[in-house]
């Protein structure tokens, strides 16, 4: 079996590197005119991925909003997944998670490979508790080469505190972040490793340094859209790394709904512009 990286680079070349976000939210739902029920985020989700077709490498359901319904919601999570991989598209499950190492093993017997309990192909993680505290979550990506998304630099402009803060070696901590996840991908000796990033896609310039310490990983890029960021801004902030970037785009998307031709005639236009970045920076680089 190939690995997430091989993959995604496969897809992003076929369909685009555009990775859509799946949020059925309470006030989503009520705007499609659907309840707030399991039933309505089966229908919801199916519809998104009918008319996502072929068109995108990555679907990424956010897990608290099918978790809130409870048992039935998680449900619908396992299926979503299952549907994505029926359609080729990857699944990277939006959980965040991030405990001690024990703890770690359970979630990430749950959220990774087609085997677990939610059948993701990636999932994203935190590393508040500790670095090595997630080691369980990405020794289970290499055992079945799946991925695991760091949270290093995120899109909501809070986060900037703790992730500008400096260690005692001067290091900013989403730096000492990227170095260990370079760290990790460089012992396993592959190009593109298991352990990925996620580096917000509404990040400045100063932040954006961070790219370049993780030369073996690739990126999700959230904010697109609905949070201001456009793919051109990924282009010019991932300059040199698009082609790892997956810019990442939901509410933008799924408010077109229900109508399948505009949900279809928005992912196009997405799909495109993101097509456009990576295409617009290695212009520049030839």
Known sequence: MKSFAD?????????SPLCLGLDPSRDLLAEWGLADDAESLRRF?????????????????QAAFFERLGPAGMVELAGVTAAARERGTLSLID??????????????QAMLGAESGFGGDAMTVTAYLGFDALRPVFDRAVATKTAVFVVVRSSNPEG???????????????????????????ALGSRIGPLCAVMGATIDAAQATTLARMPRSL???PGVGAQGATCEDVG??????????????????????????????????WR?????????????GA
Not at 45 to 61: F, Q, S, T
Not at 160 to 186: E, H, K, M, W, Y
Not at 251 to 256: E, F, G, M, W
């Open 160 to 186: 900037r505190a703790f992730q500008d803060a400096r260690l005692p070696d001067g290091r900013a901590v989403a730096d000492a972040l990227a170095d260990d996840i370079t760290a990790f991908n460089a």
């Open 272 to 284: 495109d512009a993101a097509w456009r970045a990576a295409e617009g920076v290695a212009a520049v």
């Open 7 to 15: 993959r995604f680079e496969t897809l992003a070349s076929e369909r």
């Open 219 to 221: 990126f999700l890029a």
């Open 45 to 61: 989700c199916g519809a998104v991925l009918d008319a996502a077709g072929d068109r995108v490498a990555v679907v990424k359901p």
């Open 236 to 269: 010019r902030t991932f300059g040199s790394a698009i082609g790892r970037a997956m810019p990442s785009v939901s509410r933008a998307i799924l408010r077109q709904g229900p109508s399948a031709g505009a949900l279809r005639e928005a992912i196009d236009r």
């Open 95 to 108: 959980a965040k998670r991030g405990d001690f190492s024990e703890t770690m093993k359970g979630y990430a």
